[in-house]
């Protein structure tokens, strides 16, 4: 099964998305953290796309589509996948659709995580991840156990540069402007479900579990 999850940023879809790859044995690609480990590497990649992720901006859609599609033919995929952060743009939906046509795959389902504009400023300013595996906190919502420090593996926790200041209003722009059209074209293929992502983790991850069993 291969399912998208949209969401703005501080949605809560990479958490989510983290438990849905759990709850159903599939992998979790979210693009935004294979940019960011490709930064943390300095790969070829990683040194291209800093300026971008550092300012909020989209990376450009054919480094972006080739590097979601290369991470789609590893063998860990080929029971289906959790997309995350992607698609973004036009282009990178239809690069993807044709991507999995070619394969003899499609998009099963995809969810989108409503929440408004307002409760994602208050969400983003308290949100620290850890440098390891970039394991998601809220210093407001869900601090870890000892402050700074990731529950899971120890590691240190940031705040992300791109989640404040000016690169944080760009990204929600870009989304408000740009992504939230990427429904439509889902929806009009009867695969979209509208999530309420304003609640608690849990009840958001129960929703989604439904939905995913009513299929
Ligand atoms: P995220 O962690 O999903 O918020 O992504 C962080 C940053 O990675 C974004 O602000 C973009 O610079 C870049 N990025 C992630 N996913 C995409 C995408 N699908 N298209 C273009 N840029 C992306």
Do not use: W
């Not at 789609?72 to 289906?80: E, F, K, S, V, Y």
């Not at 408000?176 to 309420?196: A, P």
């Amino acid at each position: 099964m291969n399912v998208i999850l949209i969401g703005a940023q501080g949605s809560g879809k990479g958490t989510q998305a983290d438990l849905l790859a759990g709850e159903l044995g599939l992998p979790h690609v979210s693009s935004g953290d294979l940019f960011r480990q490709a930064m943390a590497e300095k790969t070829e990649l990683g040194l291209k796309v800093k300026t971008y992720m550092d300012r909020g901006e989209l990376v450009p859609d054919d480094l972006t589509v080739a590097m979601i599609l290369s991470r789609l033919a590893m063998p860990d995929c080929a029971r289906g996948v959790i997309l995350d952060g992607f698609p973004r743009t036009v282009a990178q939906e239809q690069a993807l659709d044709e991507g999995l046509h070619n394969v003899g795959k499609q998009i099963d389902l995809v969810f989108y995580l409503e929440v408004p504009r307002e409760e994602l400023l208050v969400r983003l300013s308290g949100r620290y991840i850890c440098r390891a595996n970039q394991h998601v906190y809220n210093v407001n919502t869900r601090p870890p156990k000892t402050p700074g420090v990731c529950d899971i593996d120890g590691s240190l926790l940031y705040q992300r540069p791109d989640d404040t200041g000016e690169a944080v209003q760009r990204r929600l722009n870009i989304f408000f402007s740009e992504t939230i059209y990427l429904l439509d074209y889902y929806r009009d293929q009867g695969k979209l479900v509208v999530i309420d992502g304003n609640r608690p983790i849990e009840q958001v991850r129960a929703s989604l579990i439904e939905a995913i069993q009513s299929r």
